[in-house]
């Protein structure tokens, strides 16, 4: 098993007095990063929640959720040092292929 831990490519936010509760959202996620509360809101609905930590930012969540609102989606910025590393292995492809 490896010590490695990702980084989360995305982050959610969900709006749970706009969500009904259907799980639409929870079995969609690959990651499993979403999950529906055991409190119920305002309109009686246990809402979806990001469970805090798993998001790659995909969308998939957001594309199946009935409730325009609901579901925000973000995508974070890489950091530097990730850009760096990527453009440095895309050149030793390049190089490797010639």
Known sequence: MS????QD???LRIDE?????CGLCVEAC???AIRL???LNHSGYRPAYYAGSGCTGCGICF???PEPGAITVLRLA???AARQIDSKM????ACASN
């Open 17 to 21: 007095d706009e969500c009904k509760g």
């Open 90 to 93: 895309q050149g030793a492809v």
């Open 9 to 11: 490519r995305g982050q």
């Open 37 to 39: 509360s055991e409190h």
């Open 63 to 65: 594309m199946t959720c």
């Open 3 to 6: 010590d490695i831990v990702k």
């Open 78 to 80: 890489r950091p530097a």
């Open 30 to 32: 690959p990651p499993k």
